[in-house]
């Protein structure tokens, strides 16, 4: 069975590779043409400050979010009030076992090296009273776009029920009724999400992990902002980063299945009648040597008598949770990637088509409404490439020890927040000719090692 981790998430890209925080004491700050006295933020966990694969108050106070909230209070927002998580831990949506599910992960040393392992949640966290009409952040771990419109939608996410309103509100309806002067909006990271994390398993349509339909989501995103703007707020809107450049699936490498001789030799012999029948069919053979090689994948498209499988390429990606699956009882009876824990080259085409689809509304949606659009996308590709040095500290998208992303490989830390943050501000300060001053990225957390 699939475990679902309800994430998401997703980034920016007008920051110069080398950047220096200003201090307000620089110059004068100044709303421009925008009114911030009453701020909300409407999203998925991003928003919500998911972190670390957990919800907990340590992410709620460095979302960016909260972050870009703290900052806008220098130009006339009165408050920032959050659905505190009111445990002294936090809650994911992993099940460990029956009624167990994770908590935050931290790094522990296992057999030998680091690794992210996840602590014991605390369940009742589902269940806390968070309701509040001073609320501001309609943040939803694991929310799709269509999500945010349906009624009753706290009965089927428990992140959600905390501080939804009514059992048959929807977050829309809730985030309405705060009566914005100013938002952000940064949704659909799991409209495309929920179907990579599940491996491609999924399709086009309404499932938890298919893709949303660019029909659905396009008269969605309309209904999100024709209700924010109705009385007049005005906000800024982000688009979705593309899978490739985030973590959770760049740091498997496709060919790091080591093996000594005898095991190749093994498989060699094992593969034999399948390299024959691969051969008359015009495909790739199997081959193995002692040392690394590419992992064996399971791909619908290779024909059944085939076993459904081949080996893995430089354009396939294994997902972070292939990692331990390969140290497995399941795999070392039979060395081969499940479909959930692997997207493959047409996988990654249907996901990068619906990212280009959704991100071209979005902008068009921005430009329609008049908001600052915040350029998710081509921040994450900057952070994958170049990166970024910011008061001499170089940050990059690189899982751990990159400064951006925390243990989940999909959520950021603290600082990956806080220049989230800044890339919001600077959208916002050029859309309404404001000066917001920038969040100081050395004020916020990083992974913690042991």
Known sequence: MKRYIYKYAFLLGVIALWSCEPNTDDFS????????????????????GYTDGALGRRGQEEGFSAILGKQLMHVGSDSYNQPWVQSESSVGSTQLQPGVYNGYYELSIVDGSLSPVPTIGDAAIYAEDAISVDNQNFGVPGAKITHL???????????????????????????????????????AGNDVLAYALAGGVGSIGNGVTDITDVADYESAMGAVLNVLTSKGAKGVIGNIPDVSSIPFFTTVPYNAFVIDAATAAALNQNYEAYNAGAEAMGLPKMEFVEGANAFIIHDASIPAQLGSRRQATANDRLLLTAKSYAGSDDFKADPIIIDNYVLTADELTMISTATDAFNAINKTMAEGFDLAFFDANALM??????????DGNH??????????????????????????ANAFIDAINAKYDAAIPRANINDYDMVEFP
Do not use: E
């Open 29 to 48: 700050p100044s709303k421009g043409s925008a009114d911030f006295s009453k701020f909300i933020a409407i999203g998925d966990s991003y928003t919500a």
């Open 395 to 420: 940050y990059k998208s690189t899982f751990v020890s990159g400064g951006v992303f925390s243990l989940d490989g999909i959520h950021t830390t603290g600082r990956g927040s806080a220049i989230i």
């Open 381 to 390: 590709a900057q952070l994958n490439t170049t990166g970024l040095v910011i």
């Open 149 to 187: 419109v349906t009624a009753g939608y706290s009965q089927l996410n428990p992140f959600f029920g905390r501080f939804a309103s009514s059992d048959m509100t929807h977050v829309l309806g809730d985030a309405a009724n705060a009566n914005p002067t100013f938002f952000s909006c940064w949704l």
